[in-house]
């Protein structure tokens, strides 16, 4: 099982450039998970999903968009990046509602100059 | 929605001692509370679940406890390890229902040989 993969490990965007990142897990679970992980600021739940088709914000949305087409891929897209996305974004998954432990993905650094 | 308090500066601790790390919150008390281990540059790894009506958990050399009347979870490593260093996150439910976690910001455990 490789468990939690995200696509790609790095990234620099250009203010305005748009980009997908792409998670995808083999563990068939459920609900997954994008996080944003800033200095000082902890780990902030971006959006989620419960199920395949099914999508909801978490504690900051904006600037953000998601799409769960299939049960083992959530992909997280930015329509034009801000320096304000900069940071590192980590991928998440759990068997089936939000008390099962999380399965996190080795990350995306993005860098938006 | 949730805040959760742990201790915002780094704990160094001699090898072989407990370490024990707070996670305090501030709302309502939680249906369960998870602790998780994050690496540098790695994804968070989760530890340990324990629910409101456990008063104390072990796994290994882990112990958490739950105290719902101060509002307050402890996690100890006992004879701790240089490899034990590491950030430990808190995280609970973000608010009553089924709803998703919110975490804390974490504190770096450093075990000095």
């Known amino acids: 099982n490789a468990g939690v993969t995200q696509t790609p490990k790095f990234r620099v965007l250009k203010t305005g450039q748009s980009m997908t990142l792409l998670c995808a897990q083999d563990m068939n679970h459920e609900y997954m998970y994008w996080y944003r992980q800033d200095p000082g600021m902890g780990l902030r739940l971006i959006h989620y999903?419960?199920?395949?088709?099914?999508?909801a914000k978490g504690e900051v949305p904006d600037g953000y968009n998601v799409s769960r087409l299939k049960k083992q891929n959530f992909l997280l897209g930015l329509e034009s990046a801000a320096p304000s996305q900069t940071s590192v974004y980590f991928c998440?998954?759990?068997?089936?509602?939000?008390?099962?432990?999380?399965?996190f993905g080795p990350g995306t650094r993005l860098t938006v100059t | 929605s949730q805040k959760i308090e742990q201790n915002s500066e780094a704990l160094n601790i001699q090898e072989g001692k407990t370490a024990t790390l707070t996670c305090n919150y501030t709302?309502?008390?939680?249906?369960?509370l998870q602790w998780y281990r994050q690496d540098p540059g790695r994804g968070p790894v989760f530890l340990l679940l324990i629910r409101e009506n456990e008063k104390e958990k072990r796994k290994e050399r882990l112990k958490v406890t739950f105290d719902t009347t101060l509002k307050q979870s402890l996690f100890h490593i006992t004879a701790s390890q240089p490899a034990d260093s590491a950030t430990y996150l808190c995280a609970l439910p973000a608010r009553r229902g089924n709803t998703p976690l919110v975490f804390g910001k974490g504190t770096r455990l450093s075990v000095i040989a």
């Open positions: 998440a998954s759990s068997y089936s509602g939000f008390s099962y432990e999380q399965y």
């Open positions: 709302n309502y008390s939680p249906a369960y």
């Open positions: 999903s419960v199920g395949e088709g099914t999508t």
